[in-house]
């Protein structure tokens, strides 16, 4: 993934929240860990097995998880960071 692609896939959870499972509210770093080591979840990005869980809170879903392989977690902090819109 790429970071014009990282940034539309974040425009893409700002626009449709509801892609992603919902998280429980005020989910802390057990809740966070648990995610990554004891339950199967593929990258959003590419598809390979995820090793980070977000959690993104939606103004309009409330919070949702998002799960990332270590590379696509960069690539969309990165393009957290520096908003572009999309080529
Ligand atoms: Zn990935």
């Not at 990005?45 to 995820?50: E, N, R």
């Given at each position: 993934m790429n970071t014009a692609a990282a940034t539309g896939l974040l425009l893409l959870i700002a626009a449709e929240p509801e892609l992603l499972a919902a998280a429980p509210e005020g989910a802390d770093r057990g809740e966070l860990t648990h995610r990554v080591r004891e339950e199967d979840h593929l990258c959003l990005?590419?598809?390979?097995?995820?090793v980070c869980a977000v959690v993104v809170n939606s103004r309009t879903a409330g919070p949702r998880w998002l799960d990332l392989c270590s590379e696509c977690w960069f690539t969309v902090r990165l393009a957290n960071e520096s908003p572009q819109l999309p080529q």
């Open positions: 990005g590419c598809g390979t097995q995820a």
